[in-house]
T-cell receptor
Framework: RKEVEQDPGPFNVPEGATVAFNCTYS??????FFWYRQDCRKEPKLLMS???SGNEDGRFTAQLNRASQYISLLIRDSKLSDSATYLC?????????????FGPGTRLSVLP | NAGVTQTPKFRILKIGQSMTLQCTQD?????MYWYRQDPGMGLKLIYY???????DKGEVPNGYNVSRSTTEDFPLRLELAAPSQTSVYFC??????????????FGPGTRLTVL
């Protein structure tokens, strides 16, 4: 089993739709969790951290379920500019250098 | 701040050639990383550094070397390039306190093709 797995995608949704991405991780000792956004042929950029209580930033909501080792990202009222690949990232909490594991990403295309 | 800069942006190498990918950050971050990203795959850690003079292997270090003589610079060396090293290479840095503690800042990447 891969350390971090994501919905394979791609997701093609119309503008204004609500879309949810799922991510699972295998290491129960993982300590912190993130969603990064990567535009086509660009570098990843942090979208939001994921907290145990869940957190919201505008149209984006992230949830964490430690018992199920599951993270989600919900995007409401999708915009064309949301089209990108969304990377789930997990901090394994092990040695301080190589502790971030990236999922393969889920590609989102928001259509007019 | 320029953040993390990488050079070159693109490069084509012949099998067996060598090259150095440059990475510089101006945020005074202690942690620096080199990743490679193959199409449809997640980023894989090649090497990382927790400070000047300290480097360690990541998940896929074979065929690469690094050095960290200053806080700002973290070059990645490819010796004897092979087609399997065709990829996009990202350098990243991370601070050790405050808001940047868990956020990795990435450079724009180097697209390398080995023919």
């Amino acid at each position: 089993r891969k350390e971090v797995e994501q919905d394979p995608g791609p997701f093609n949704v119309p503008e204004g739709a609500t879309v949810a991405f799922n991510c699972t991780y295998s290491n129960s000792a993982s300590q912190s969790f993130f969603w990064y956004r990567q535009d086509c042929r660009k570098e990843p950029k942090l979208l939001m951290s994921v907290y145990s209580s869940g957190n919201e930033d505008g149209r984006f909501t992230a949830q964490l379920n430690r018992a199920s080792q599951y993270i989600s990202l919900l995007i409401r009222d999708s915009k064309l500019s949301d089209s990108a690949t969304y990377l789930c990232v997990v901090n394994k909490g092990q040695s301080y250098g190589q502790n971030f594991v990236f999922g393969p990403g889920t590609r989102l295309s928001v259509l007019p | 701040n320029a953040g993390v800069t990488q050079t070159p942006k693109f490069r084509i190498l012949k099998i067996g050639q060598s090259m150095t990918l440059q990475c510089t950050q101006d945020m005074n971050h202690n942690y620096m990383y080199w990743y490679r990203q193959d199409p449809g795959m997640g980023l894989k850690l090649i090497y990382y550094s927790v400070g000047a003079g300290i480097t360690d292997k990541g998940e896929v270090p074979n065929g690469y070397n690094v050095s960290r003589s200053t806080t700002e610079d973290f070059p990645l060396r490819l010796e004897l390039a092979a087609p399997s090293q065709t990829s996009v290479y990202f350098c990243a840095s991370r601070g050790t306190s405050g808001a940047s503690y868990n956020e990795q800042f990435f450079g724009p990447g180097t697209r390398l093709t080995v023919l």
